[in-house]
């Protein structure tokens, strides 16, 4: 017995102009998708540009304002900030200088700070021994309150175990497109002696 051979039609597949528009659509969504991610980083980079930026600003306005009581540090070495209001003018000169705000609170650099920047907090920790003695300053209102070394909390959540500042402010960011982000920053800072 012989096998035969038997072959079978070639079908032709018909390909009209119309294939190439998944590709293109394909093309068109991941060129898309790419954009926005892109737009996404560059809005975090801005974002931590200017935390970086504020950071720097109150841990130098902080140090500036910790004016430490010399006579006690020379008499105890217990480092103390005695007068937390003239501490809290100080601060605002310094964040004043430091961020190059204007007399309106306003910052020149409109890309990393829009509109006005307001000091949100200002408190002063002056930790003796085991007792932390927090004084809040927001403007014309003043808080006080002792609590134990550890145990006290600044807003960021950091623990008070030294004599210290705090400064919290708000501002606005302006990202791209125009999208306004409204931010706040608070930088604890240390002011120890030697020990």
Not at 30 to 54: H, N
Not at 69 to 84: K, N
Not at 116 to 141: A, F, I, K, P
Request: aromatic share 8%; charged share 25%.
């Amino acid at each position: 017995m012989k096998w035969r051979r038997r072959g079978s039609q070639r079908q032709s597949i018909n390909v009209s102009g119309d294939g190439g528009q998944v590709t293109l659509c394909a093309s068109l969504f991941f060129i898309l998708f790419l954009g926005v991610l892109l737009f996404g980083f560059l809005q975090m980079e801005m974002i931590r540009s200017s935390s970086r930026y504020l950071e720097d600003a109150l841990a130098a306005s902080g140090l500036a304002s910790a004016l430490i009581d010399v006579r006690e540090y020379g008499r105890t070495h217990a480092v103390r900030i005695a007068d937390d209001r003239e501490a809290y003018e100080r601060y605002r000169e310094a964040l004043k200088a430091n961020l190059g705000l204007n007399e309106a609170w306003e910052c020149e650099n409109q890309r990393l700070i829009s509109g006005m920047v307001t000091v949100e907090n200002y408190t002063v920790y002056n930790v003796t021994g085991e007792v932390v003695v927090s004084r809040r300053l927001d403007g014309g209102r003043e808080e006080t309150v002792t609590g134990r070394k550890g145990e006290v909390l600044a807003p960021n959540g950091i623990p008070v175990e030294k004599t210290g500042v705090y400064g919290e402010v708000s501002y606005v960011l302006r990202g791209l497109f125009g999208m306004e982000i409204p931010a706040r920053k608070g930088k604890l800072v240390d002011v120890a002696g030697e020990e």
